[in-house]
């Protein structure tokens, strides 16, 4: 099994900064891809970004505000998210796609989630 668990959301100002964490662990043999979601009240959950060794890719919404990263040891996604807007606020989800063995399928893993909110 993988546990995803993030860190970092909280309430901020129009204009401030957060970094979101996300942290996995358990049995891991290799992650192809990390990505953060969010979902705001209402709304459909939507990529925000995503990156594998090759590539990362940003919902234009974020694009120049939003910068995705990655530490393979450990294995975490950093999302670094300035000049936030109030249309930011969202749940924020971690998501991986992990094999946990060599030569096994990859699977989808979420985290819990992380509120992030935005005031204007």
């Known amino acids: 099994q993988v546990q995803l668990v993030e860190s970092g959301g909280g309430l901020v100002q129009a204009g401030g900064s957060l970094k979101l964490s996300c942290a996995a662990s358990?049995?891991?043999?290799?992650?192809?891809?990390m990505a953060w979601y969010r979902q705001a009240p209402g709304k459909q959950r939507e990529l925000v970004t995503a990156?594998?060794?090759?590539?990362?890719n940003y919902a234009d919404s974020v694009k120049g505000r939003f910068t995705i990263s990655r530490d393979n040891t450990p294995n975490t996604v950093y999302l670094q998210m300035n000049s936030l807007k109030p249309e930011d606020t969202a749940v924020y989800y971690c998501?991986?796609?992990?094999?946990?063995?060599?030569?096994?399928?990859?699977?989808?893993?979420w985290g819990q989630g992380t509120q992030v909110a935005v005031s204007s």
């Open positions: 998501s991986a796609t992990v094999s946990s063995y060599s030569g096994s399928d990859y699977t989808d893993y």
């Open positions: 358990g049995t891991i043999f290799s992650i192809n891809r």
């Open positions: 990156i594998t060794s090759r590539s990362t």
